[in-house]
């Protein structure tokens, strides 16, 4: 590897300002969330549970790319807000399955109609082909490197 003589400057690196925009839509989203009392990282979860029979928390975070501590840690965050309930299974005391309750079932509309605005607020000034081929590339950029994991922060 060559290295230059002078330094590039950190607005000519592609990947600061995906940073940039990755910050602003994060920060974004989570003060519109802080209202309804949920992180983004516990959205993340909510949806993954949200109108799918009980799942178990190895299987949520493999759905996720999450490992299951941070499923276990995001899930007892939760069950302590009312959001999603523990099921245990009958036939074996030490497994158990989450589910949303009655009220993490009728947050999941309203925190994704959030979501929603959040994309809005950011990507709703560019017409429809631009919007399909940043999203194309990344997705294409997210396969290439294989980064499954949900974004958390």
């Known amino acids: 590897m060559t290295v230059p003589s002078s330094p590039s400057e950190l607005t000519d690196h592609l990947g600061y300002w995906l940073r940039i925009v990755s910050n602003g839509v994060s920060q974004a989203f989570a003060t519109r969330l802080s209202g309804q009392g949920v992180t983004a990282a516990e959205w993340v979860v909510l949806r993954a549970l949200h109108g799918?029979?009980?799942?178990?928390p190895s299987r949520t975070a493999t759905a996720l790319g999450l490992t299951r501590g941070a499923v276990s840690?995001?899930?007892?965050?939760l069950v302590e807000k009312?959001?999603?309930?523990?099921?245990?299974?009958?036939?074996d005391r030490r497994a158990h399955t989450l589910s949303p309750t009655a009220e993490g079932t009728a947050l999941v509309p309203i925190l994704a109609a959030?979501?929603?605005?959040?994309?809005q607020a950011f990507?709703?000034?560019l017409n429809d082909d631009d919007r399909a081929a940043l999203e194309r590339i990344i997705r294409q950029l997210a396969l290439d490197h294989q980064l499954y994991a949900a974004p958390l922060a």
């Open 52 to 56: 799918r029979d009980p799942m178990t």
């Open 73 to 77: 840690k995001l899930t007892d965050r």
């Open 82 to 91: 009312g959001l999603v309930k523990r099921i245990d299974d009958p036939d």
């Open 114 to 119: 959030l979501a929603d605005a959040n994309d």
């Open 123 to 125: 990507f709703g000034h």
